[in-house]
């Protein structure tokens, strides 16, 4: 059974709107037990920050629960983690962009890369700054986000160990991302046997045979033999206790440690269907809503500009019938909401990356 509570009672609250509350507890939870389970067969789990843009509680708490390594996506995270004294191994999740070679070499310990002009690039900062830079190569195996096509692997890896100022740590692929794709027993089989080929071939260690992310926890749960893999990219899973094919609940995580609130500005009786003559709504496309006479219409004071709004479930018994920019507008149905009062809405990975990205949210501890 999931630990996920019953909401609270009272979800009408007098306080500072919009705000996600972060409950500290249920996170260091999730991410103590997700690193005893993927360590009984051997794997390694770095935390991924990015979901809650590089959060200092988040991140000291994820390293006080023994989680030694820290990715994000954002050099920007990484750059404020890394001042703030947060005692990890810092990863940059995606390839280099060329403008902020400088800021990778300076922040990250450890990044991920597809293009050879950037781990070129890295090598001449590395060496300017008397430093050795640590990259993981990203191998394409059928999400079609980052990677080397695996044809192009010798060519790359012989023209990267002529270069100084860089180590080759691992290498690694991204599943369910971009294209969708599982990562398989198949998919898992075909990079331990590229890392294997590689490791003996080149003579390198590889430490780091980074197979996914949240995606991989069905593959985990079902194979017996990790191979090569000993490393999974976790993000997901910690912060909503689920794993991401299906976003079905790992058994015993939280699944509620993150509740967005917003406050009410408007409350009125109205019409369900607008009318007059229908165009382009604010946000470029043409509405649809369904007949159901008079209904009682409760505005947000927070639009798409605030929260991937159709991330959002709420826990009140009722309906998001839509958006714009800056308000987003319920069917409240049979909850009297008036004009002050609170919602509470559970969130998914999206509505919880641009709540925690926007300025105009306040993040709330407990």
Same mark, same amino acid.
């Given at each position: ?30 991410? =103590?037990?997700?690193? /005893?389970?993927? #360590?009984?067969? $051997? @794997?390694?789990?770095? %935390? !991924? ?105 010798? =060519?790359?890896?012989? /023209?990267?160990? #002529?270069?100084? $100022? @860089?180590?080759?740590? %691992? !290498? ?120 159901? %006479? ?73």
């Amino acid at each position: 059974m999931n630990l996920t509570v019953e909401p609270p009672k009272q979800l009408y609250l007098k306080h500072k709107m919009p705000k996600i509350e972060i409950n500290l507890s249920k996170i260091a939870h999730n991410a =103590r037990m997700l690193k /005893s389970m993927y #360590q009984s067969k $051997g @794997i390694h789990i770095m %935390g !991924v920050t990015k979901g809650v843009c590089g959060s200092l509680e988040i991140a000291n708490l994820l390293v006080d629960q023994g989680i030694s390594q820290l990715g994000d996506s954002k050099i920007e995270n990484l750059k404020r983690m890394k001042e703030a004294g947060v005692q990890a191994e810092f990863v940059l999740l995606r390839t280099p962009a060329l403008s902020e070679i400088e800021a990778v070499v300076d922040y990250a310990d450890i990044s991920l890369n597809s293009e050879l002009e950037v781990i070129q690039r890295l090598s001449e900062c590395a060496l300017e700054k008397n430093t050795v830079h640590k990259i993981i190569l990203m191998i394409e195996l059928g999400d079609l986000r980052e990677g080397v096509m695996p044809d192009q692997l010798d =060519r790359y890896i012989q /023209s990267i160990l #002529q270069l100084r $100022g @860089i180590e080759v740590v %691992g !290498v690694g692929a991204n599943f369910a991302c971009f294209g969708g794709v599982k990562p398989d027993a198949k998919k898992m089989n075909t990079l331990s046997h590229l890392a294997s080929e590689i490791r003996n071939r080149y003579h390198l260690s590889l430490p780091f045979i980074s197979g996914g992310n949240s995606a991989n926890y069905n593959w985990f749960t079902s194979t017996e033999q990790m191979g090569e893999i000993n490393q999974l990219r976790i993000g997901e899973s910690i912060l909503l206790g689920q794993e991401t094919l299906s976003r079905t609940p790992i058994p015993g995580l939280y699944t509620d440690a993150f509740t967005f609130y917003s406050e009410v500005i408007e409350s009125k009786i109205k019409p369900s269907v607008p009318y007059g003559e229908i165009a382009q709504n604010a946000l470029g496309f043409y509405p649809e809503f369904e007949e159901k %006479g008079n209904i009682r219409h409760a505005i947000l004071g927070v639009g798409i500009q605030d929260v991937l709004v159709g991330g959002l479930t709420s826990l009140l018994d009722v309906n998001i019938i839509g958006f714009s920019s800056d308000h987003t507008v319920l069917d409240a149905k049979k909850v009297d909401l008036q004009v002050g009062d609170a919602v509470a809405f559970n969130l998914n990975y999206g509505a919880l990356l641009s709540l925690m990205t926007s300025s105009t949210v306040s993040k709330e501890y407990v």
